[in-house]
């Protein structure tokens, strides 16, 4: 006795939902383009501007100081933060700080004259690598004269993330001025 009312309070109450899954209004059929990325959307990522994503901050300076950080990390932090360099600077570094990340990797810098009398554009001056770990948050690339002191004019420096540096790795470009004399 207890079976069929069972049977038949289910069929009473799944038949209005039957009826109403009948009277749903049926959606015409979207294009592919309606989920797809619209080109003037999007913002094409500038590899001749300081590069981003992978970097929180990044900044050229005078030197930089490690310090102990949130969690007891090691922190490197830019000391004198600039983009003008007198021409007597034993290095100008390139301090950086970076978003989670899940492996590690290297960071690569390579240093060109861009605007300097004397030297050609293509011409690698120097370049600097930095070992990332898994727990590094930041770090710094050191770039040397290529003399004994910096030719007073606009350099720029390639930064690449990877193992070796291809078209591929270049992740954006840091730029810093030599000024003509120590200030």
Known sequence: MRRPILVVIAMVLSAPMVLQAAELPITKNSS????????????PYNFDAPPQ?????????????????FQRTHEIVPVKPTDQFRPNAREI??????????????????????????????????????????????GYLALSPPHTTWKPGRYKVEIHVGEQVNEMSLMGTMRFTVLKEAP
């Not at 994503?53 to 950080?69: K, M, N, P, S, V």
């Open 32 to 43: 592919i383009s309606d989920f797809q990325n619209r080109v003037e959307d999007v913002t």
């Open 53 to 69: 994503g992978l970097f929180r901050t990044i900044t050229t300076a005078e030197g930089f100081d490690e310090q102990l950080g």
């Open 93 to 138: 570094f390139i301090v950086f700080h970076l978003h989670p990340h899940y492996q590690g990797f290297k960071v690569l810098g390579r240093c060109y004259p861009e605007a300097v009398a004397g030297l050609d554009p293509t011409l690698l001056i120097g370049q600097d690598a930095m070992h990332i770990a898994l727990e590094d948050e930041s």
